[in-house]
């Protein structure tokens, strides 16, 4: 039974992190028209914050489920690839798009929330290890 819980975890965690990686792409690239507007100051860089936040944390969840440990250097990895997806997105809503531009500070936004993903992983796995110590 704990067994086919835990598939059935590892699938919800894969397909959510599958769904949110696609979901980054189709908002920042196309242009949604009825949306209202938020007057928050820099609102768009808390949206990217909140993107690669949960990019990098269901990407870290699901290799932990995957691999039952959540190695440091694997993390690292998973923030360079949040950064690198970032980047894609920013090249491609200068290149392919007509209402958007790439932003440096969009950029920094999602190395901020794959940052803080970052160190909540590290503090998951740290009180883990402990709780697992003998």
Known sequence: MLTNNLLVLKN???????A?????AF???????????????????YVHFTFHFVFTLLWGFYILL?????ELKKIGILVFVS???GIVIELMQELFTTTRHADIFDVLANLTG????FLL???FK???????TP
């Open 126 to 132: 740290n009180i883990k290890s402990k709780t697992n």
């Open 20 to 24: 949110w990686t696609t979901l980054i």
């Open 12 to 18: 919800v965690i894969f397909c959510s992190a599958i």
């Open 121 to 123: 992983l590290v503090i």
């Open 114 to 117: 794959a940052t803080v993903a």
């Open 66 to 70: 995957n691999q039952h440990q959540l």
């Open 83 to 85: 950064l690198c997806y």
């Open 27 to 45: 908002l920042c690239l196309v242009k949604l028209n009825n949306l209202p507007s938020i007057s928050v100051s820099s609102a768009d860089k």
